[in-house]
């Protein structure tokens, strides 16, 4: 209890005792002032200037060359104004970018060291000078070791850029980003929160995780969803889509059987003279050998002449019928067979008069039906002969 007691006197006596820092301001609560604006460096809160010389260089491609050298004085007229020096190397395929006496902006220089590393990467000069500006920030995005296989990388770089670089244009208006693709790496400027977006949509691609497609999708909705100010201080989850990732069945990779380990290499196998000496051919002369592959070719012949003959007289062979039929059967179904077939002995008969008739009036001759007296005609019909 008592040392409860003194641990309530101990916060009294803290809260009590306030610096004349805790004291609050007038500024605090004022809604005019923007906290989150970066304001214009002013010469004057630096008059005298840096102590140290601070330096960075950064390396071109050679096909650079040409174009660094036609804009180099842009950019050095450009970095002047804030009192950097700029110097292009074409021996060593440079760019250095140092301080001087006249530089006040003791941050100017990181900016100067992203304006040589976006040249580098074949952004064009009037864009890369932008980043001069406080707002304005940079990202390079490396993508070449996020893949493996080449081909694959190709078609995920292409995907990112889209057909005539739709989805690029896209990607720049939702982000508010300028975005340049190029080889193995992806340069990016704007706002903080854009280049965050964008890194995450650039590293989705390229590791497959979700199309940019999706990623516009989405930020297209949070745009709608910023206009309502009733939803500013919800969570947006329920009204952003939800994709799901359909896996693409790979092949399967056989798996071979290792075979045990032995010290010496294989046998070599047979050549040709080898073979020839083993069946004794090699020692056959050109005429018996003609004579033999002759014979052996006339043997294929045949037996080719043999199987296509068979082929060919299988649609001519009969199905194979069963006359008999099972003993075990039921009284009942005895019955109606022996009915059925006093049926069909009755239509084969009648079907047999018929035949025989029409095969009479076919065999007459007409000369001699002609020719003969009308008494002596055979008679269509004839009388059948009753046994007394």
């Known amino acids: ?136 920030q940079c990202d390079i995005i490396k993508i070449g070791n996020l893949v493996h296989k080449k081909e694959r990388f190709v078609k995920r770089r292409q995907r990112l850029v889209g057909p005539n670089s739709s989805t690029l244009k896209a990607l720049e208006i939702l982000t508010g980003c300028y975005i340049l693709v190029q080889g193995n790496t992806v340069a990016a400027m704007g706002s903080f929160k854009g280049l965050k977006q964008l890194r995450r949509i650039v590293e989705d691609c390229i590791e497959n995780r979700m199309h940019p497609v999706y990623h516009i999708k989405i930020l297209m909705m949070k745009k709608e969803l910023e206009k309502d100010p009733s939803l500013k201080n919800e969570n947006w989850d329920r009204f952003l889509p939800k994709f799901k990732k359909k896996n693409v069945k790979t092949k399967k990779v056989k798996s071979k059987e290792k075979k045990p380990y032995t010290p010496f290499p294989p046998p070599q196998p047979p050549s040709k003279i080898d073979q020839q000496l083993e069946s004794g051919e090699y020692f056959l002369s050109e005429k018996k050998k003609l004579a033999k592959k002759w014979e052996e070719k006339q043997e294929k012949q045949a037996q080719k002449t043999a199987e296509n003959k068979r082929k060919r007289e299988e649609a001519f062979v009969p199905p194979k019928c069963v006359l008999q039929e099972p003993v075990n059967q039921d009284s009942n179904k005895s019955e109606n067979d022996k009915e059925d077939v006093a049926a069909l002995a009755k239509s084969v008969k009648q079907k047999a008069k018929e035949f025989g008739k029409q095969k009479s009036l076919e065999n007459i001759n007409a000369e001699e039906y002609i020719e003969a007296p009308a008494g002596e005609r055979p008679s269509k019909k004839k009388k059948k002969s009753k046994h007394t």
Request: hydrophobic share 35%; glycine share 2%.
């Open 1 to 136: 209890m008592e040392l409860d007691n003194v641990e309530e006197v101990n916060l009294q006596q803290k809260k009590k005792h306030k610096g004349k820092h805790d004291k609050p301001k007038p500024w605090d609560e004022d809604p005019n002032i923007d906290r989150w604006k970066i304001e214009k460096f002013d010469p004057s809160w630096n008059p005298d200037g840096l102590l140290e010389v601070s330096s960075f260089s950064t390396i071109f491609p050679r096909y650079r060359e040409q174009y660094l050298q036609e804009a180099w004085p842009k950019v050095k007229s450009a970095l002047k104004e804030y009192g950097i020096a700029a110097e292009l190397n074409l021996v060593e395929g440079s760019m250095t970018v140092s301080t001087t006496r006249k530089t006040r902006d003791p941050y100017i220089i990181m900016k100067a060291r992203d304006l040589i590393k976006l040249l580098s990467r074949s952004v064009p000069a009037p864009q890369a000078i932008k980043i001069l500006d406080d707002e304005m």
